[in-house]
């Protein structure tokens, strides 16, 4: 029994170590109740994650003109709507998405009047149909 309150000791005190070096508490936890005093080892000889080699996700991203999701900053075209984006920076040509979507719901109600409130899948493909025309 004392034993095993030494193991799960040497799993907190891995985690602990861990936690504090950037990396996850949760598994060096159980790294250190696997490995006992091994575990805690290798939580020492752990190096510390710096900040400059942390992914950095608030420049990484941007927002779709057209559609205002946040997508790669790399990307060119927009996963959410599928149209072509404009590169970073750069002011996109042609009328204001706002413009797009009054003109894409005045053309859906003259070419499409069936169609009433469409999913997903059906509004990807009118939009495209869209597009391509205009």
Known sequence: MTLAIIWILFGIA??????NKGRSGCAWFFVGVLLGPF???????LK???????VSTTTDVRKCPFCAETIKAEAIVCKHCGRD???????PIGPSPEELETKFK???A???????NPGPVELSLLRREFDALT
């Open 48 to 54: 510390p994650i710096d900040a400059a080699n942390a």
């Open 85 to 91: 984006l404009p590169k970073a920076g750069a002011l």
């Open 14 to 19: 891995a985690a602990i170590t861990a936690g």
């Open 106 to 108: 005045e053309w859906l």
């Open 110 to 116: 003259r070419e499409h009047p069936l169609v009433v």
């Open 39 to 45: 575990g805690l080892l290798f939580a020492l000889l």
